[in-house]
Every structure is written in C-alpha cells, then in structure tokens.
C-alpha cells in the first residue's frame, strides 16, 4: 500500500517550488484507492478557498458524484483551519490524518476545536503528527525564504 503521506509531501513540495504555501492533501477510499491529490493553488488560482484539502475534496466528491465521501481518510500536511475543517465534517470522512501542528491556524487541535463543538454534526477520526518534523521543516524553509 503507498505510502498517503509521503504522496502529500509530494504534493507540498510542488506547492512550493509555485510559489504556494507548501501544503498538500490526498484522499483515499476505504480501498486504499487515491480518489484526489491536491496542493494549495490559493495564489495561482487567486481563490482564498483553494486550500489543498478544499480542492482534494472537490475532486473525490465529484469522482464519486456525492457530496458525502463516508469511509474516506484525508492525509494533509498541515493542521486544517476552520474552513477545510468545516468540509471535512460536511464530507462525513472517516479519519483525518495531518503532518505539522498549526497553532496559529489549526482548528482540529486549536483555536476553534472544530470537532469538539457541540454544534459539529460529524467528527472523524484524527491522527496528528505523522511526519511532523519534516512537513514543519518544509514549512518553515518556505516562509525563511519569503523573509
């Protein structure tokens, strides 16, 4: 089985070398089948939603023609905020598994704690900090260079 993680790195350091903030996402099927694989294109597509797990999600919903993608697992490279969050709980998702801590910008284990909200009608499965080290020093080389 491929490594999911190491696919959203991948998709990070693409991000990057656009001039992205370095952040990538893959969604998989309860199959272990890769339905999206996306990195930010905020800036090329000068959409402040195109977070890589936004786009990810697009693509699965649309592959699977529903906007529900029960049974599914997200692998991102960074801590979601509060908007990919919110999609992720309106997906149903299975699990969530993320790289760096965010907390700045998190919304699963900071800031707003999205799934632990009583109004959160969906709360996944979450796994943080797998492969954190090397997503938050891919992060951190990004925005050394934009200093």
Do not use: W
């Amino acid at each position: 089985m491929p490594n999911f993680m190491e696919i959203a790195l991948q998709e990070a350091e693409a991000a990057a070398q656009r001039g992205e903030v370095p952040v990538g996402a893959v969604l998989v099927s309860s199959a272990g089948e890769i339905l999206a694989r996306a990195g930010n294109e905020t800036e090329a597509l000068r959409d402040p939603t195109a977070h890589a797990e936004m786009l990810a999600l697009r693509i699965a919903a649309s592959r699977r023609e529903s906007p529900r993608l029960a049974e599914c697992d997200l692998y991102v490279t960074l801590e979601p905020c509060a908007m990919c969050t919110a999609a992720i709980s309106f997906a149903r998702l299975r699990r969530v598994v993320f790289a760096a801590y965010d907390p700045k910008g998190g919304a699963i284990e900071h800031g707003a704690r999205f799934f632990s909200q009583p109004t959160c009608h969906h709360a996944p499965e979450v796994i943080g900090g797998v492969e954190e080290r090397r997503a938050g020093a891919l992060l951190k080389k990004f925005f050394a260079l934009k200093r």
